[in-house]
């Protein structure tokens, strides 16, 4: 088996599959549910990998990526929103109407949907 590397969300998957398991993405990057761009490749990149995949957001057109060291939130309009950096490994993500919730290492940090910051 030989393994590709998706050129839109750059996840690692053998090549019995047909497309991207993440994005569903064929070989050359195409007919991918989310289309990414070259800033959110290198954010995805940063924060270890897409581990988790993509999660819907709440609306349509928002989607939170789930990296093994954080998370994303990319829109259909203006792509990369924002992302956080989280210490530690990414155990779960949900997400809610108002924010993201991030487990890692059994703390839980609440994430702000607007703009990723930390919410108390």
Do not use: K
């Not at 088996?1 to 996840?11: A, D, G, K, R, S």
Request: glycine share 14%; proline share 3%; with cysteine.
């Amino acid at each position: 088996m030989e393994f590709l590397t998706c050129p839109n969300c750059l996840t690692v998957y053998g090549d019995v599959q047909s497309s991207c398991p993440a994005c569903e993405a064929d070989a050359e990057g195409e007919g991918a549910r989310v289309t990414f761009d070259g800033a959110t490749r290198t954010v995805i990149q940063g924060l270890g990998g897409l581990f988790g995949g993509i999660l819907d957001g709440p609306a349509p057109g928002l989607q939170v990526l789930w990296c093994s060291r954080g998370v994303a939130l990319v829109t259909d309009d203006i792509g990369l929103a924002w992302r956080a950096r989280i210490a530690g490994s990414v155990d779960d993500v949900r997400v809610d109407a108002e924010e993201v919730i991030v487990t890692a290492g059994g703390t839980r940090t609440a994430l702000s949907l607007e703009d990723g910051s930390e919410r108390e």
